[in-house]
């Protein structure tokens, strides 16, 4: 079965550099979100998109933006980098259905996960 | 702050006995699911317990969830050292669906 597919899975970039990750999202998948986990921490929720309009938003910094395209991949811009921002981005996605229902309540599904380095 | 405050942070136990984890939130769920992550891998989707739910069962694994308490514990009977992993509890509101995670207990098993 198709899974949730993140790319690059790996990238190393410089401080004050700009970073562009992918996800692409379980076919029929109308909700993907973004989260963020640094070295030994719990993943923090960055933001959501549900059919293409922003659903959520989480701690995510203004250095970054994030849309969700017609095809339903999303993309996380990332700019001026900082050392901090190194650590894994996953994507996660699930079918929400109707706003407010109870299909949008179950599990999600994550991708692999991006991991970002800043030197 | 939804997120769930897990318990321990840490587990180290031999293979073939049971591993114990807790989990603590703080406001109205609709559920409560639990997740595990091998070493800088993606988030696996274990169970998801209900509301209205006192316990589950899957395979090894068993979930309870005390409503009352606003606690959940996940047990893994019979570990192998492929259990190896950190285990993440998340709970979706009940007023905003928002999903959260816990901190997660990061197990290890000897064989």
């Known amino acids: 079965a198709a899974g949730v597919i993140q790319s690059p899975r790996h990238l190393i970039k410089e401080k004050r550099e700009t970073a562009t990750l992918k996800c692409y999202p379980i076919p029929r998948h109308d909700t993907v979100y973004w989260y963020q986990q640094g070295p030994g921490q719990d993943p923090q929720f960055l933001i959501s998109f549900y059919e293409k309009m922003q659903s959520d938003k989480g701690s995510i910094p203004d250095r970054f933006s994030a849309q969700q395209f017609s095809d339903y991949h999303s993309e996380l811009n990332m700019s001026s980098l900082e050392l901090g921002d190194s650590a894994l981005y996953f994507c996660?996605?699930?079918?929400?259905?109707?706003?407010?229902?109870?299909?949008?309540?179950?599990?999600?599904?994550f991708g692999e996960g991006s991991r970002l380095t800043v030197l | 702050s939804q997120q769930g405050e897990e318990d321990p942070q840490a587990l180290s136990i031999q293979e073939g006995e049971n591993a114990t984890m807790n989990c603590s939130y703080k406001?109205?769920?609709?559920?409560l699911q639990w997740y595990r992550q091998n070493s800088g891998r993606g988030l696996v989707h274990l169970i998801l317990?209900?509301?209205?739910?006192r316990e589950k069962h899957s395979g090894r694994l068993r979930v309870t969830l005390d409503t009352s308490k606003k606690s959940s514990s996940l047990l893994i009977t019979a570990s192998r050292a492929a259990d190896t992993a950190s285990y993440f509890c998340?709970?979706?509101?009940?007023?905003?669906?928002?999903?959260?995670f816990g901190a997660g207990t990061t197990v290890t098993v000897r064989a």
């Open positions: 406001t109205s769920i609709n559920n």
């Open positions: 998340a709970t979706v509101r009940s007023n905003d669906y928002k999903l959260s």
């Open positions: 996660a996605s699930r079918f929400q259905g109707k706003v407010g229902g109870t299909a949008n309540t179950g599990e999600l599904f």
């Open positions: 317990i209900r509301s209205n739910e």
